[in-house]
């Protein structure tokens, strides 16, 4: 997981993050620091093995820990995450050394699914499709100590333990 680490450890991830966890200090609605990112890398990989997708572990944890690096900027300057995020992330991707560079394909697929993760479409990919599964059913809505003031719609809060 040489790959994920130098992501983990890249001085713009570092930034981002430490943003985001500053804006999120107290909120009381889902949070999207590491206990999210990993649960959902953790259900798209059992989701990839499960559907015989064929993706690499380390391809779906890097996608996971990337998909919301973007949502200090949407708290701060009302960009879209997904946009801030996927520009982000093809910073971060474009400045790995070479040893542990991702192929360009890989990167395209990985900054279609932080730009596809938000809204379920017709034509996603299948690493979008499974990025934007994962990313939903990652959320504890049943165990939600703020669940009657969310705006999330009643169709899409997880009210039980989804997988």
């Known amino acids: 997981m040489e790959r994920l680490n130098t992501v983990l450890r890249h001085p713009l991830y570092q930034q981002y993050y430490k943003e985001l966890r500053e804006e999120e200090r107290d909120r009381i609605f889902c949070c999207h620091q590491m206990e999210h990112l990993l649960d959902v890398a953790r259900i798209a990989y059992i989701r990839n093995l499960e559907n015989n997708l064929g993706y690499s572990k380390e391809l779906l944890y890097t996608t996971a820990i990337l998909h919301d690096i973007g949502k200090a900027l949407q708290y701060k300057e009302k960009i879209p995450h997904e946009i801030a995020g ?68 009643e169709e899409k809060k997880n009210r039980e333990i989804q997988i």
């Not at 520009?87 to 050394?97: G, R, Y």
């Not at 017709?122 to 599964?133: G, S, W």
């Open 86 to 153: 996927a520009q982000i992330a093809e910073k971060i991707l474009d400045s790995l050394p070479e040893a542990v560079s991702y192929t360009e394909e890989e990167k395209k697929e990985i900054l279609t699914a932080i730009r596809g993760h938000r809204r379920e479409r017709k034509d996603m990919t299948k690493l979008e499709r499974l990025l934007y599964e994962s990313d939903k059913c990652s959320r504890n809505c049943f165990a939600c100590p703020a669940k009657k003031e969310c705006n999330w719609s």
